[in-house]
């Protein structure tokens, strides 16, 4: 099993930064697979950055490629997401999210196959 704590969601103008915190706790978290989704009011929650256990791979959804930044550092059981030039339409609640590496032959945007789950950052980008 593996808790998930995420932290540093804010407000901030549009043209900003923030980078959001997601600290891990049980023994599965330096193999999991690991991402970031996002929930807008009114909206599905939706996909926004992954990354593998070993940090060889990460990927993004078009909507934040070249914006946003995932990372980890398994020696401290964290996960980061660097967002840079932020806009209005990424205002949501943030949350990290994992499920274990084995499941790396399906979709890594498909929000059902994470099991783990912290409890959500707000972040507010305003115009």
């Known amino acids: 099993q593996v808790q998930l704590v995420e932290s540093g969601g804010g407000l901030v103008q549009a043209g900003g930064s923030l980078r959001l915190s997601c600290a891990a706790s049980?023994?599965?978290?330096?193999?999991?697979?690991m991402g970031w989704f996002r929930q807008a009011p009114g909206k599905e929650r939706e996909f926004v950055a992954s990354?593998?256990?070993?940090?060889?791979?990460?990927y993004y959804a078009d909507s934040v490629k070249g914006r946003f930044t995932i990372s980890r550092d398994n020696a401290e059981n964290t996960v980061y997401l660097q967002m840079n030039s932020l806009k209005p339409e990424d205002t949501a609640v943030y949350y990290c999210?994992?499920?274990?590496?084995?499941?790396?032959?399906?979709?890594?945007?498909?929000?059902?196959?994470?099991?783990?789950w912290g409890q959500g950052t707000q972040v507010t980008v305003s115009s």
């Open positions: 999210a994992g499920r274990p590496s084995s499941l790396d032959h399906t979709p890594i945007e498909h929000t059902p196959t994470y099991n783990y």
């Open positions: 990354i593998s256990w070993n940090r060889a791979t990460a």
């Open positions: 049980g023994r599965a978290f330096s193999t999991a697979r």
